[in-house]
């Protein structure tokens, strides 16, 4: 009896190890002399050949497995599933096929109150995030628990997937979250310091990445935690000197999504990414004057203006009609005028959301004063006269920036302009000096 015991715990281990190393043939021949041992688990923590497979990508391995007919849902000793494994170390094959074997994406672990969706914003493995808030908007999650409640889920400790990201210091969780409704400005109660928004966790981290992403979509620099701290005081006393500087109240506010506007919440994909990257090139550009009152300067930014000569020399009536110094990459529907993504910002973007404004009035085109129903990516002729995709925000120099102070960026060209006049389409002709709009648009700089 003693042999056949050491037996069995040799084949056991030996189970367990051909899964941790993705060894299939091994796996197949032991499960096929010795069924039952699918069905076991580890000393240490219960972790079954599933949760083994997945903590470590074996996607073959976990194939058979669930082919084997093993439930996805299996428990280990802290009450974490194959997915909530597969989403912490990254396995994105993993994660697609626990999914869509039936894996529950609303179970939380006993170690912390957690999902699936707290392992990947935590770890800040955005390729799962992204599926598994995919997997949500499909699934009956969204159907019994809300989509938008599934974003914000909370832990034990009240901390949403949006907290976790921010105190780790994962831009990108953070945009994903905010994109797909997470709420910019909830509190904790036990998470960090009770009370602190994903503001205060990302001062405390000193990820400037975070608070920029944060700060573009609302967040409040004023709010406080429960022991009376805002984001500011938190980044001073961790010694983040350049986040305390965006964050002090005193310094200029940053331009804010307009996530409330219906044209804006259902853009595409490409006309989206235009307008977000314009968003976050202006307020770095505010950034660069708050910092540099304070001796702190920001990272070169990735690429260089010599970017700009690999697209063809662009003729006056491809510029944005507005500031004479950015290419039209933004068609306004249904009236089809045109404007650069900064410019068409501009029209949308404030500093600070007005929580008791319900219903935001809709941005009128500056051009024939009809109502912005959508917003899409135009289309520019290149040098052959054919059309492409837009798919650049840098600023080309024109005429008007080379030969004249105005213009220089076009938020400053909105700001010397103060209004506009009724154009034709396409024309980037004013009518006349007197055919002023009777709210003009200007921007705080």
Known sequence: MGQGLSCRSSEEQGFFSAVQF????????????????????????????????????QIEVLSLLLDRSVKPDLLNLHKQTPLMLAAMHGKISCVTKLIEAGANILMFDSV???????????YGHSDCLQLILSAARTSQVAASWGYSRFVNIRDGKGAT?????????????????????????ASTSRYGFPGSTPLHLAAR?????????????????????????????????????????????????????????????????????????????????REKTI???????????????????????ASDTELCCICFDQVCTIEVQECGHRMCAQC?????????????????????????????????????KTGNDKDRDVNFTKPRKSWRSRNSSEGSSSFKGLSAIGSFGKMGRGSGRIAAENEWLDKPLTLDT
């Open 291 to 313: 910092l540099k009152k304070t001796g702190y300067s920001l990272p070169s930014p990735s690429g260089s203006d010599s970017d700009i000569d690999n697209l063809s020399e």
């Open 161 to 185: 997937p949006l907290h976790l990201a921010a105190r780790q210091r994962r831009p990108e969780c953070v945009h994903m979250l905010l994109d797909n409704g997470a709420l910019v400005c």
């Open 22 to 57: 993705g060894d299939f043939e091994t796996v197949k021949e032991i499960l096929e002399n010795n069924s039952s041992l699918i069905h076991l688990s580890t000393v240490y923590d219960r972790s079954s050949a599933l949760h083994i497979a997945a903590a470590n990508g």
């Open 344 to 380: 068409t910002l501009a029209l949308c973007c404030h500093n600070k959301p007005n929580p008791t404004t319900a219903c935001p009035s809709v941005p009128l085109c500056p051009f024939c004063r009809s109502n912005i129903v959508r917003l899409v990516a135009a289309r520019v």
């Open 205 to 285: 981290s000193g990820s400037l990445d975070c608070i920029r992403e944060l700060l573009a979509w609302g967040a409040d620099r004023l709010q406080r935690d429960a022991s009376g701290r805002i984001p500011y005081m938190v980044a001073l006393k961790n010694h983040h000197g350049a986040c305390a500087a965006l964050l002090n109240p005193s310094s200029a506010e940053p331009l804010v999504w307009p996530s409330p506007l219906k044209f804006i919440s259902e853009l595409n994909h490409e006309a989206k990414a235009l307008l977000e990257h314009a968003l976050m090139e202006a307020n770095r550009e």
């Open 112 to 122: 912390n109150g957690r999902t699936c969706l707290h392992y990947a914003a935590y």
